[in-house]
């Protein structure tokens, strides 16, 4: 009981952060394009008082981790399309800044475990193989094309015009999309967060 509660509270704490760069490398992709607005909020912090979301960084988070996954969010951070310099793609790279870092953060902390998975405590292998997770979970999740998930800006881009309807209803409906997601398409989700942390520690 007592290891299980701890585990819960190192995943909520990992998630936090995690959730937090992810918000944060949007602000500074953003701003590496011309736009300053996440600046001028305060919002290009790792401060995660500057980004908690009730619901989404810390009752979500707990659910999923307990529930063997590991979800959540943080209060997007602010950005102008209209002050991009890269018209066409900027929303693109500001969306795909985001999964990326957390795919970064996996990789940084999966080649840990593979050098020092005979070396380091067991304690210390499983709290990185817990952010590995964590992080894979977030940026694939976060490349699903649907609102209000990055790869739907992604999917915004490439759309023709001619169905530019199809992004603008499934806007609409973002909860609805967001339930959908989180409780019923996990079971197609996990095969590929599984396949992503085997190939990042080698397992």
Known sequence: MQGTLIDTI???LILIFSVVAHEVSHGYAALALGDRTALYAGRLTMNPLKHLDPIGSILVPILTIMAGAGFGWAKPVPYNPANLRDKKWGDTKVALA???TN???ATVFALFVRVGASILPPEAVSLMLMIVTINVVLAVFNLIPVPPFDGSKVL???LPYRYQYIYQYME???IVMLVIVVFFVWEFISPIVNLIIRLLVGA
Do not use: E, S
């Open 103 to 105: 795919l970064g953060i």
């Open 172 to 174: 609409r409906y973002w």
């Open 98 to 100: 985001g999964p990326l």
């Open 156 to 158: 915004h881009n490439l």
């Open 10 to 12: 190192f995943g909520v």
